[in-house]
């Protein structure tokens, strides 16, 4: 069964860290480049940061995360993180991890998402 399952989210303090997981089971994550999106409520989903198949080679980082998170991945864990430093209340979100084909455009999301988590939920209060 194919699936992806995000972990690692919380309640945290400004200013505060978090590093979010997601693993993959039932196929080579290897193969597939990776995204981590986020909603807020009442807000549209957004992409954050992807990273390309294989070596990760290609990073993408949205303006609003640039600087703070870092994302990387360590195919013989099957797994992709997502290092959230200086978080704020406006990082409140759920947020997902999607695998699927390269977008090999620069200076956009990195993946088309055929699979997605089922989300965690990161809370930075005011």
């Known amino acids: 069964q194919v699936q992806l399952v995000e972990s690692g989210g919380g309640l945290v303090q400004p200013g505060g860290s978090l590093r979010l997981s997601c693993a993959a089971s039932?196929?080579?994550?290897?193969?597939?480049?990776v995204g981590w999106f986020r909603q807020a409520p009442g807000e549209e989903r957004e992409g954050l940061s992807c990273?390309?198949?294989?070596?990760?080679?290609?990073?993408y980082y949205a303006d609003s995360v640039k600087g703070r998170f870092t994302i990387s991945r360590d195919n013989a864990k099957n797994t992709v993180y997502l290092q959230m430093n200086s978080l704020n209340a406006e990082d409140t979100a759920v947020y997902y991890c999607?695998?699927?084909?390269?977008?090999?455009?620069?200076?956009?999301?990195?993946?088309?998402?055929?699979?997605w988590g089922q989300g965690t939920q990161v809370t930075v209060p005011p």
């Open positions: 039932g196929f080579i994550l290897d193969y597939y480049a």
């Open positions: 999607a695998a699927g084909p390269d977008i090999r455009t620069p200076h956009v999301m990195c993946v088309v998402p055929h699979y």
């Open positions: 990273i390309s198949s294989s070596d990760g080679e290609r990073l």
